[in-house]
């Protein structure tokens, strides 16, 4: 899916707005107000701006997600010492069980390779690996993550797929109104704007979970599964 074109935002919302030579709200603050659209989505949304890359670990095991990044979201495989090497994918433990099984852990025999990893929602960017990392010859790990939006300028993109327009369109003219809301029909508007962009969130989510693979799929969804294992006798 094409990425949003940040011109096509502005053309919207000053066509909406009847500002299209940006007089009430200067092409700046759109541009603002924009930027925070996609911070809005990725912040109840962090599949939105999601970046998969391949990071080389550091020694020990604590580690840390990209700079960009906001959250990690998964760790898919192991990457090897130069980063390049598929290898196997480390399962995801909590830390009690890790701490009931083995208090040590943490200064356990290194080894390039992670079997499992720990992360705490309390602790975003952090996650911890076992064994720890070697002091040289550190491993390397594909994982994705969620990004922070970079701001938006005029003739760029957005790192938001083409389906979330309408959301962004949506929010940037709640801030265009709110800036007018001493006005009752703009603090109406400003509102009616917001609980639209909302809407799209919840509409979202929703879509997503209906049509979510692993839910609807034979091997994971138990009503798939009766359905098919039914067609089958049949």
Not at 181 to 200: H, I, K, V
Not at 228 to 233: A, E, L
Request: hydrophobic letters at 35%; aromatic letters at 8%.
């Amino acid at each position: 899916m094409a990425a949003i074109q940040v011109n096509d935002v502005v053309t919207r919302v000053g066509q909406l707005l009847q500002d299209t030579t940006h007089i009430r709200w200067p092409l700046d603050e759109k541009l603002q107000y924009i930027t925070d659209a996609c911070r809005e989505v990725c912040f109840y949304k962090p599949d939105a701006c999601v970046q998969t890359s391949v990071a080389t670990l550091v020694s020990g095991t604590k580690q840390t997600i990209p700079a960009a990044g906001t959250t990690l979201l998964d760790i898919v495989r192991n990457m090897g010492v130069g980063g390049a090497t598929p290898g196997i994918a480390p399962r995801i433990v909590t830390r009690e069980i890790l701490d009931a099984q083995q208090s040590d852990w943490h200064a356990s025999t290194p080894d390039s390779v992670v079997r499992h990893y720990v992360f705490d929602q309390q602790n975003q960017k952090v996650f911890y690996v076992f064994p720890p990392q070697p002091a040289t010859s550190q491993g390397s790990l594909e994982m994705v993550y969620s990004a922070e939006p970079a701001e938006a300028v005029s003739g760029g993109t957005l790192e938001l797929d083409g389906t979330w327009l309408p959301a962004v369109v949506n929010y940037t003219l709640y801030r265009c109104y709110s800036k007018d809301a001493e006005y009752a029909a703009n603090a109406n508007l400003a509102q009616l704007y917001y609980q639209a962009f909302t809407g799209q969130l919840v509409g979202r989510t929703n879509a997503e979970t209906a049509s979510d693979v692993n839910r609807n799929s034979v091997g994971t969804n138990p009503n798939v599964r009766a359905s098919s294992i039914q067609q089958s006798r049949n």
